[in-house]
C-alpha cells in the first residue's frame, strides 16, 4: 500500500518568516494529496489540496507544489502569523484504486512565535 | 457546511468493557472512515465503508468492528477494550466523486483504564 512520509515533525519559525512542509509518497497511482490543518483541540480541517495534473496551487499565503516524477509534495506559508501554529498533515490518495483510502504524514506541529 | 457528529468528546472505559462509537455526518455521504489519532504516528486508518451495510478493513482493524445500517451513521466498536486502545479517534466522511475531500469530526479522546 502506500506509504507517506512527512518531515519535519516540529517547526519553530519567527512571526512573518516562511514554512516548509515537505512529504513524500511511495504509490505513483496516487493523485490527489491534500493537506490538513489541525488547531489544538479541534478536528483537522483542509486548508488546500493538489491534483496529479497540477504543479502548483496557490491560496492567499498558502502554496502546495508538487513533484510527481520524485513523489514529493510540499506546503509553503509565506508571512506566518501565530494563528498558523498548528498541526499539519498532508495525505496522498487515488481515485484509480478500488476504493478511494487517504493515507497520512505523521504531522508536523508548526510553532509561529510572536 | 458538512456536518460529521461524534456522540462524545471524552469516554473513560475499563479493561474488557464493549465500547461504542458513534458517528453521524448530515451530507448524504457515500464514504465514511474510522481514524485513529496517536503522537507521532499520524492518522491511521481503522475501517471504512464505501456504503451502506459495505465495510473494508483500513491498516489497523484488530480488535475493533463497525456497523453501518444507515447511510448518516457509522459505528466503531471495541468488543473488548485494551488499555493500548487509548487513543483520539476520529470520523470521517465523503462523497464518492473524483477527489473530494474527507471532512472530519471533532474527535472522540478515550481513555481505557
Known amino acids: 500500500g502506500e506509504n507517506v512520509e512527512q518531515h519535519p515533525s516540529t517547526l519553530s519559525v519567527q512571526e512573518g518568516d516562511s514554512a516548509v512542509i515537505k512529504c513524500t509518497y511511495s504509490?505513483?497511482?496516487?493523485?490527489?494529496f491534500p493537506w490538513y490543518k489541525q488547531e489544538l483541540g479541534k478536528r483537522p480541517q483542509l486548508i488546500i489540496d493538489?491534483?496529479?495534473?497540477?504543479g502548483e496551487k496557490k491560496d492567499q499565503r498558502i502554496a502546495v507544489t508538487l513533484n510527481k516524477t520524485a513523489k514529493h509534495f510540499s506546503l509553503h506559508i509565506t508571512e506566518t502569523q501565530p494563528e498558523d501554529s498548528a498541526v499539519y498533515f498532508c495525505a496522498a490518495s487515488s481515485d484509480r484504486m478500488t476504493f478511494n483510502k487517504f493515507y497520512f504524514g505523521s504531522g508536523t506541529k508548526l510553532n509561529v512565535k510572536p | 457546511d458538512v456536518k460529521v457528529t461524534q456522540s462524545s468528546r471524552y469516554l473513560v472505559k475499563r479493561t474488557g468493557e464493549k465500547v461504542f462509537l458513534e458517528c453521524v455526518q448530515d451530507?448524504?455521504?457515500?464514504?465514511m472512515f474510522w481514524y485513529r489519532q496517536d503522537p507521532g504516528l499520524g492518522l491511521r486508518l481503522i475501517y471504512f465503508?464505501?456504503?451502506?451495510?459495505?465495510?473494508e478493513k483500513g491498516d489497523i482493524p484488530e480488535g475493533y468492528s463497525v456497523s453501518r445500517e444507515k447511510k448518516e451513521r457509522f459505528s466503531l466498536i471495541l468488543e473488548s477494550a485494551s488499555t493500548n486502545q487509548t487513543s483520539m479517534y476520529l470520523c470521517?466522511?465523503?462523497?464518492?466523486?473524483?477527489?473530494?475531500?474527507?471532512?472530519f469530526g471533532n474527535g472522540t479522546r478515550l481513555t481505557v483504564t
Open positions: 493538489i491534483r496529479s495534473n497540477v
Open positions: 504509490d505513483s497511482a496516487s493523485n490527489y
Open positions: 470521517a466522511s465523503r462523497r464518492e466523486r473524483y477527489n473530494s475531500p474527507l471532512h
Open positions: 451530507m448524504d455521504h457515500e464514504n
Open positions: 465503508s464505501y456504503d451502506v451495510k459495505m465495510k
